[in-house]
């Protein structure tokens, strides 16, 4: 998929359908020698040992998920008592919530002591609206520097077909006033979803998401290249 869609370097989050076995995801990591990275799925509990042998494994975050479909999950207070454990190995937090219990968690967010990505936009629902309460309270949170937000998932976000232009809106406004700290995904293989995207359609939105070249670099190159760490290829 990655050679179809001329991705050379990129991050693999570790699926929730594998749970805390990460070990998939380090096998594709040591495969692209440097070239990918990692974020992985851990309990808040998970003991510094490992914690080390995943950042040398690639792994830069561990991500959390506050969404009723998956389960419970681990507790707020737990994650931001593992960020201050993270930061020494200069990993973060990354957080996938459904976006009305936002307001309940970003003044958690906020206690964080590393960086935190937020999946999917905060998954919103793009009928309401970019005027939304829960949109205006991201962008709220964007305004601190700490945070990141993935400019994916807006067939998760839609209540349209494709090419979800319900959605559009939201990841352009983000790029537009945050484009030094947006991410792009796929989200393949699309987990959890009721139709199966078309990775090829989700590339060509990048037009409108981010319509000036120099967001789209900011985007696909410059913004992952330095978050995540990955080394400078020189011409």
């Not at 799925?41 to 959390?64: C, I, N, Y």
């Not at 990841?171 to 995904?185: P, S």
Request: aromatic share 8%; glycine share 6%.
């Amino acid at each position: 998929m990655h050679a179809v869609l001329g991705v050379e370097h990129c991050v693999i989050v570790q699926s929730t359908c594998h749970g805390f076995d990460n070990s998939a995801v380090a096998d594709a990591i040591k495969a692209k020698n440097g070239a990918y990275a990692g974020v992985a799925l851990a309990p808040a509990s998970v003991a510094g040992t490992e914690l080390k042998r995943l950042e040398s494994q690639g792994f830069r975050g561990v991500r959390f998920n506050f969404m009723k479909h998956l389960g419970a999950g681990s507790k707020i207070e737990d994650v931001i008592a593992l960020s201050k454990r993270l930061a020494p190995l200069e990993m973060h937090l990354q957080v996938h919530f459904e976006s009305s219990i936002l307001h309940e968690l970003a003044p958690w967010f906020r206690k964080s002591a590393v960086p935190v990505v937020i999946d999917h936009m905060g998954r919103m629902d793009a009928s309401r609206g970019i005027d939304q309460p829960d949109f205006r309270a991201l962008l709220d949170l964007m305004t601190d520097e700490r945070f990141r937000v993935k400019v994916s998932g807006p067939e998760r976000c839609t209540r349209q077909p494709p090419p979800y232009p319900d959605a559009v809106p939201f990841a352009r406004k983000l790029v537009a006033e945050f484009g030094d700290r947006t991410l792009w995904g796929t989200d393949w293989p699309h987990p959890n979803l009721n139709h199966i995207p078309d990775d090829g359609l989700l590339a060509d939105l990048l037009s409108e998401i981010a319509p000036a070249e120099a967001q789209r670099q900011a985007l696909l190159v410059e913004n992952p290249r330095r978050f995540y760490r990955f080394p400078v290829i020189r011409p």
